[in-house]
């Protein structure tokens, strides 16, 4: 785990190897990974994510982000999803929505994060 802080915000990156965020790995279990470092921002690259979560009729996406936010903690999605969002509306119309509302975010890499941070 790569801990950093930015602008106040303790932001906890993943590695993009261990456990699939939504198969194996819950909202609950990520949060407890992170637990010590106290994040405000936990970073998930998107070769953590289980198989079905960009498929939003599976709602592993949405449980997953709704459980972040009882946790109040901010969840980012990094990584290419260009072909999963150009291949569904749904999908299209989520990521732009959650990255409209700003609190979790899609960011293609680290320095997209920084730059939508501020």
Known sequence: MNIIKHKGLVICELPPH???????LSAPDLI???Y???PDIIVVPVS???P??????TRIAGE???KMEQYSRRLVIQGDIAA????????????YETNRRGHHLFVADHESLIARLG
Request: charge should be negative.
């Open 18 to 24: 261990g456990g699939l965020l939504g198969g194996d």
């Open 32 to 34: 407890g990974e992170a």
């Open 36 to 38: 010590q470092a106290d």
């Open 48 to 50: 953590r994510l289980a």
């Open 52 to 57: 079905g979560f960009l498929d939003l009729s």
């Open 64 to 66: 997953v982000f709704q």
């Open 84 to 95: 999963e969002v150009a291949a569904s509306k749904a999908l299209h119309d989520f990521v």
